[in-house]
């Protein structure tokens, strides 16, 4: 399949693993000049590192904390000066903090805020600018399940990320007339490390062995096992191509059959 991404500039929010990373790879492999962004500066040029290594793609790796407001901005100015342009944009952060409503303070709050929802939208107000002078672009927001099926404990999350959708419906039809199109992906239970986090924190929460709540989690998931990064990475690759131009304000889930609605 020709998805027409060589040569193509992205910018991958969160990539030094889990699913950024998989969603950086996967670009990279299909032609993408990608530009990928992290906190944490040494496993952040290593991941980078070993993408181009292993698909021949120029990868540029931009340290960056994007619950802040210039570092947002900062990332798509780098990207640009680097690359020329923008074409894809994969916003992605770290998930928000988990816990019940009763546990969780305004600062909570604020910081989730900042780093769930304000992100994607600075990210955005930055990047279709340069989209529009390039005759189009792609959006695609990393999201999770909890935007169509809320997770207990995930009070944060299935808040803010719901927001995002809401958010990226309303942008994908504004921006359909320059040809952006503006797309989420919602994985499920992935290998990643934010699994192990959540698996933990439900296990203490509730007083039982992690491997309980590991068994459990993949009882629901009717594919019987967890999601593998390089499977959400794929269908961001194929939003991202030529071969998606028909697609634009879904919220796709890559989740193994784990929600139960019928839309």
């Not at 959006?139 to 999350?157: R, Y």
């Not at 499977?231 to 998606?244: H, I, N, P």
């Not at 919220?251 to 784990?258: L, N």
Request: net charge neutral.
């Amino acid at each position: 399949m020709d998805t027409a991404l060589t040569g193509k500039v992205a910018l991958v929010c969160a990539a030094s693993r889990g699913l950024g990373r998989a969603a950086a790879r996967s670009l990279a492999a299909e032609g993408a000049r990608v530009a990928m962004c992290a906190r944490g500066s040494v496993v952040l040029e290593e991941a980078a590192a070993r993408i181009a290594a292993d698909t021949g793609a120029e990868v540029h790796p931009i340290v960056a904390d994007l619950s802040r407001a210039e570092d947002a901005r900062h990332v798509v100015a780098e990207t640009v000066g680097r690359f020329g342009g923008i074409d894809i944009l994969v916003t992605n952060a770290g998930g928000p903090k988990s816990g019940l409503f009763s546990s969780l303070t305004e600062a909570d709050w604020r910081q989730a805020i900042d780093l769930t929802l304000m992100s994607v939208v600075l990210l955005c107000m930055e990047a279709v600018p340069h989209m529009r002078r390039r005759g189009g672009g792609r959006i695609i927001n990393i999201t999770s399940i909890s935007v169509k099926q809320p997770i207990d404990g995930l009070m944060l999350s299935n808040a803010l990320r719901s927001a995002v959708v809401g958010f990226a419906k309303t942008l994908a039809n504004e921006l359909a007339a320059d040809n952006i199109l503006v797309n989420n992906v919602a994985p499920g239970y992935t290998r990643t490390d934010r699994v192990v986090e959540l698996t933990e924190a439900t296990a203490r929460r509730e007083g039982i062995a992690v491997s309980t709540v590991e068994e459990r989690l993949v009882r629901q998931v009717p594919l019987g096992r967890l999601g593998e990064p390089r499977e959400l990475g794929d269908l961001v690759a194929f939003l991202a191509s030529a071969r998606g131009s028909y697609i634009t304000g879904a919220t796709i889930p890559v989740d193994g059959g784990f929600i139960r609605a019928t839309l």
